[in-house]
């Protein structure tokens, strides 16, 4: 299974991007989804979760401007990234989680200039 994430891109502070990934096949049942992501000389980190069925959960700097969202018929996740700061600037990996183990996408890059 491979996760194919699109909407990589070059943007100024204060826009916004919407990233997208989806599996090669259905991994249904989806247990949860998420984001993370990994800037220059940092580890990586979680960006948001959402377990299927419950509460999602964002990483406090970027609570307010990211809003995850899933598809489980699809076996997608999206990202939605608004008022975007140069401190996002990272390559963003997806993840998707079924019950028994989780997929990762390849990464997709992520640049914001001030």
């Known amino acids: 299974v491979q996760l194919q994430a699109s909407g990589e891109g070059l943007v100024q502070a204060g826009e916004f991007l919407k990233l997208s990934c989806v599996a090669s096949?259905?991994?249904?049942?989806?247990?949860?989804m998420a984001w993370c992501r990994q800037a220059p000389g940092k580890q990586r980190e979680l960006v948001a979760r959402w377990p299927s069925g419950g509460s999602t959960i964002y990483a406090g700097p970027v609570k307010g401007r990211f809003t995850i969202s899933g598809d489980d018929a699809k076996s997608a996740v999206y990202l939605q990234m608004n008022s975007l700061k140069s401190e996002d600037t990272a390559v963003y990996y997806c993840?998707?989680?079924?019950?028994?183990?989780?997929?990762w996408g390849q990464g997709t890059q992520v640049t914001v200039s001030s």
């Open positions: 096949r259905s991994l249904l049942p989806v247990a949860a």
């Open positions: 993840n998707i989680y079924t019950h028994s183990r989780g997929y």
